[in-house]
């Protein structure tokens, strides 16, 4: 069973910066894609970024140029540096990792983060 837990959400003004950061435990297997999406009141949940394990990068083009994701394994944390964000960007954040293992697919999420961009 894996485990993710977010933070790092919150309320900013527009142009502001924040970082986000999910926690995983349990067991992972490679090769694994590990993605930040986002949800706003009324519309469905949509990628954002998404980081496989062998160090592909991909993000949604709203948001490129403006966030980074990037991981520290030891710590077996993925983070989403969201900076100079914009009103449309308000959303509750989830963090996600799938994988595949012997036939079965496994995809797990966290229990999301709100971020609010407002002045």
């Known amino acids: 069973q894996v485990q993710l837990v977010e933070s790092g959400g919150g309320l900013v003004q527009p142009g502001g910066s924040l970082r986000l950061s999910c926690a995983a435990s349990g067991s992972i297997f490679s090769p694994y894609v590990l993605g930040w999406y986002r949800q706003a009141p009324g519309k469905q949940r949509d990628v954002v970024a998404t980081l496989t394990s062998g160090g592909t990068i991909n993000y949604t083009d709203s948001v490129k140029g403006r966030f980074t994701i990037s991981r520290d394994n030891a710590k077996n944390t993925v983070y989403l540096q969201m900076n100079s964000l914009k009103p449309e960007d308000t959303a509750v954040y989830y963090c996600?990792?799938?994988?595949?293992?012997?036939?079965?697919?496994?995809?797990?999420w966290g229990q999301g983060t709100q971020v609010t961009v407002s002045s």
């Open positions: 996600n990792v799938f994988f595949s293992r012997m036939g079965m697919r496994y995809s797990y």
